[in-house]
């Protein structure tokens, strides 16, 4: 793996080893997609939820990512209304994982190992991951990105998940503003929390493509932002679900364009 950060940030960026299958969720009864490598079997696996207003397809790039660097990703598209079921959501975003670990996908080629799985959220599905999380079992790690308060409550959830946490900051997030939303969820964290700040990214910057939603929502889909991302999140994965340490400067290591603030 990488020698120092700005390599480990070049390469993680970059798409994985893997060919990538996209499928639909939507043969389970819950709108979504999922990206899964092309084979593989006893795979880990994330489930991802998204935003206020937005279609799991605005975070097809990530979960295309995490597949190509050998992680089956889906994205459940339920709930999407302006007056969203958090509970709902958290509900779909467990039996998503439910399923990729109980059905081959791939026509057969492909199964996940139910002990490494992951949960990831943006925004409100930022703080609706740490809902499903709290009564999630073997349960490797979360990641939220610009997380955001919800009901049930993501504080009275964090103070319940013990794995290892951790929350992408956007410097620059009018929506979810982190001293109101990041920063007390952080500090709630019942395990080890790591809190990594993107100073130029804005709330809707790790979004992909264009959305009615974009008129109402503060900022825009950002290049920059994603790229970063996507590296910090495969390396925070690969670390914490595949016990791969190739990319730890990632996690623990000054990373060019970021700050880190660790608290066990």
């Not at 709902?88 to 109980?102: H, I, N, P």
Request: net charge neutral.
């Amino acid at each position: 793996m990488a020698r120092n950060a700005k390599e480990a940030l070049g390469q993680l960026s970059r798409p994985g080893p893997h060919p990538v299958l996209r499928g639909d969720l939507g043969m389970i009864g819950i709108p979504g997609v999922v990206f899964a490598p092309e084979e593989g079997l006893g795979l880990p696996a994330v489930a991802l939820a998204h935003d206020w207003l937005q279609p799991a397809e605005r975070y097809a790039d990530l979960l295309r990512h995490l597949a190509s660097w050998g992680i089956v990703a889906a994205a459940p598209s339920s709930h999407r209304g302006p007056l969203p079921s958090f509970a709902g959501l958290a509900a779909d975003l467990r039996t998503t994982l439910d399923v990729c670990a109980g059905v081959r996908l791939g026509d057969g080629r492909i199964s996940v190992d139910a002990r490494r799985t992951a949960f990831i959220g943006h925004g409100v599905g930022g703080g609706t991951a740490l809902v499903a999380a709290a009564t999630r079992e073997r349960l490797r790690a979360v990641v939220t990105l610009a997380p955001a308060q919800v009901r049930p409550s993501a504080l009275d959830a964090a103070r319940e998940v013990t794995v290892p946490t951790l929350h992408i900051v956007a410097g620059k997030d009018n929506v979810a503003p982190p001293a109101a939303h990041a920063e007390p969820i952080a500090a709630a964290a019942g395990g080890p929390v790591w809190v990594r700040t993107l100073p130029k990214a804005t709330h809707t910057g790790f979004l992909d493509g264009s959305h009615w939603s974009d008129l109402v929502l503060a900022g825009s889909p950002d290049a920059k932002t994603r790229r970063v991302t996507r590296a910090l999140v495969t390396a925070f994965l690969l670390r914490h679900v595949c016990d791969d340490d190739g990319a730890e400067v990632l996690v623990e290591g000054k990373v060019p364009g970021t700050t880190i603030a660790e608290r066990d």
